[in-house]
């Protein structure tokens, strides 16, 4: 083999090397059960030995063993920021798949457990509701029913201390509710002047 060609595989294997770390970095989970690459994130030298012919998204890479020395003399020569920027993909590479090694198993939201689980949540959920728009159309109904009575008041005096009466009752009643259903507390409400039944304003 002659000294040129000797160096233009050693230049592809390095390129191939580089592709295949940040082919790692991009997705981790590819290569958790790839004990050969794994090895050889441990270190520089490691990386450098490497062998392997792997075939990535339709693209066959081969990736052949060199010395440190002129691992680290071919990517000064052709990759962008020299030796220490593959030294930070390696790096990198091995972080990406340690922390993907390092996340909770997926659920699987298909099995009978996770499927009754959801069936829970969503009964709990609902019958929550349910008692909201009760507790709502209680108060509703308790409002209008004394209404009449504000509106049957023969003095104002009166007609005020009804009113703070039924707002008094709204909030008590609507506290019953969730958090998330509850009305906010009436600091002030003005009480409007009106005519009482059967009498007409001068």
């Known amino acids: ?3 040129d060609e000797g160096k233009t595989i050693q230049t592809a294997s390095i390129e191939s090397t580089r592709t295949l770390l940040l082919a790692i ?3 981790p989970s590819k290569y958790l059960d790839e004990p050969i690459i794994r090895d050889s994130l441990i270190s ?10 792997i075939d990535l998204e339709g ?19 052709r990759i ?9 993909l390696r790096k990198s590479a091995a972080l990406a798949i340690n922390k993907e090694e390092q ?16 069936l829970a949540e969503a009964n709990l959920s609902l019958d929550v509701h349910k008692r909201s728009n009760l507790i709502l159309l209680q108060t509703l109904s308790d409002v209008r029913s ?13 007609r005020k201390v009804r009113a703070a009466e039924i707002l008094k009752r709204i909030s008590a009643i609507t506290s019953l509710n969730p958090e998330m259903y509850q009305i ?5 409400a003005a009480v409007v002047s009106i005519a009482a039944k059967g009498k007409k304003n001068d």
């Open 103 to 118: 996340k909770p198993p997926k659920k699987n939201n298909r099995t009978r457990e996770s499927i009754l689980e959801q």
């Open 80 to 88: 962008p920021g020299g030796f220490p920027a593959i030294d930070r």
């Open 44 to 53: 520089q030298g490691s990386l450098a030995k490497l062998e392997l012919e």
């Open 184 to 188: 906010p507390p009436i600091q002030k």
């Open 146 to 158: 004394k209404l009449d009575g504000v509106v049957s008041a023969q003095d104002e005096a009166t």
């Open 25 to 27: 970095i991009d997705t």
């Open 1 to 3: 083999m002659k000294w």
């Open 59 to 77: 693209e066959p890479l081969r990736i052949r063993p060199l010395s440190i020395n002129t691992f680290k003399k071919r990517c000064e020569e």
